[in-house]
């Protein structure tokens, strides 16, 4: 049977209404910039892709080579296609407007450009996640003004998002509002193929991924939900649990779409917004799991409904198998 490319998808996307040729050549053009990166991370150390740039970004992390890399391939890439008013980043403390040279759209883009930057030097699989918002339209029609406030709209106002995972294959997921389909990257053709389409994730699991040796620092529910969940079958649960932690959340969160699981990076008493960014990792991921059939709480609130007041905000990330977040944020509510 003739595999579907990425490309044919969205022009069925597009022919059905669900997305305009704009947002549809937005999305090509990301993933094609994740195919370069991809290219970058598989060639590691040889191509002197390892080590860090020397600098500090906004979030005050050290910045790696391939973070820098990343970052300047996605705005290369996205800028002179005129369907972009700007773009912001992890690595960039300012949005990035669209140069003068070239026509702007109706879109805002937002990206990570390198999750899980801890694993680049260990060769442990790292990724790309993206999210797109419409450009609120100024009160004379007009497009808005490239700032800070324009991106700060909820989740729930995402038209598409979703992630490369660069690992043993390089992966795109994506959701454009109608379910959660993957794609795998044939490195023969060097295209984008379907081969996960219409993505389930199952309401049960049996596997959560947590960061355990924040366990002395987390909140009384979270404690609680970990500690059932190690007391296997003989405790309140009845049965056992696996663990996973990768500490990249494209790789924890493709397995939870794969398989089901709850990923959580709660608040804590160090971390006591949470650890990840609200915009361009929490958003985007909460998007792409609600079109699977999970759910993405803040511990309380739903991650999309959440009402963002700065661009690189911090929040507390629950997410997965539905009947575990759920679970999660019961847990929460009784606190
Ligand atoms: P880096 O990009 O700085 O490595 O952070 C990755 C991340 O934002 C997310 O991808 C992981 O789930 C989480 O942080 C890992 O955090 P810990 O290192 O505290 O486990």
Known sequence: MRRVTLTQFLI???????????????I?????????????VNKGALADGHGTVGT????????QKLDALSNEILLEANEWGGNLAALASEEMENPHPIPTRF????????????DGSSNIDVNISVGTIFSVLRCPKAASGELCEANEAAFLQ????????GFAVYGPTTVFALTVGDGAHGFTLDRETYT?????PEIRIPADTAEF????????????????????CLAGQDGPRGKDFNMRWVASMVADVFRVLSRGGIFMYPRDAKNTDGRLRLMYEANPMAFIVEQAGGAATDGSTRILDLEPNAL????????????????????????
Do not use: M
Request: charged letters at 25%; one cysteine or more; aromatic letters at 6%.
């Open 12 to 26: 069925q996307r597009q022919q059905a209404g669900k997305i305009n040729a704009d947002l549809r050549l937005l």
């Open 28 to 40: 090509e053009t990301v993933a094609r910039a994740c195919k370069a990166i991809s290219t970058r």
């Open 56 to 63: 500090q970004n906004v979030q005050g992390e050290v910045v």
């Open 103 to 114: 026509p702007k759209g109706e879109y805002l883009l937002l990206f990570d450009p390198l």
């Open 154 to 161: 909820p989740g729930n106002k995402q038209v598409a998002a």
């Open 192 to 196: 984008f193929v379907l081969t996960h």
């Open 209 to 228: 991924a947590i960061n355990v040796s924040n366990q002395r620092r987390w909140e009384a529910p979270v404690r609680r939900y970990i500690e059932e």
């Open 312 to 335: 690189h905000q911090r929040v507390a990330v629950i997410l997965g198998s539905k009947n575990e977040v759920e679970r999660v944020t019961a847990y929460h509510k009784k606190k």
